[in-house]
């Protein structure tokens, strides 16, 4: 296995947080890159969406309490 499928590998199993099943082991570098990207782009997608739900289910906080419910919930 070449150095940079060994480093591809790392960042897709730093995605997937577990080690790639071997079968992936198979997969150019580049290919198991566009993985990793894929990955990290779902993963950022989703962490955006989940701060604008929350911001929006704040609006439902009365406004002199949405401070300290944001410290709260955001620490």
């Known amino acids: 296995m070449s150095t ?3 480093e591809q590998r790392e960042r897709l199993g730093s995605e997937l947080r577990d ?3 071997q079968s992936f082991a ?3 570098p580049r290919h198991l890159a566009e993985l990793a990207d894929a990955l990290e782009r779902q993963r950022e997608s989703r962490a955006a969406g989940l701060n604008e739900a929350a911001e ?3 609006k439902l ?3 002199l309490a ?3 419910v944001r410290r709260i919930l955001f620490r």
């Open 4 to 6: 940079e499928t060994r």
């Open 19 to 21: 080690e790639p099943p």
């Open 26 to 28: 198979q997969l150019a």
């Open 56 to 58: 929006e289910a704040l």
């Open 61 to 63: 906080v009365p406004a």
């Open 66 to 68: 949405r401070g300290p």
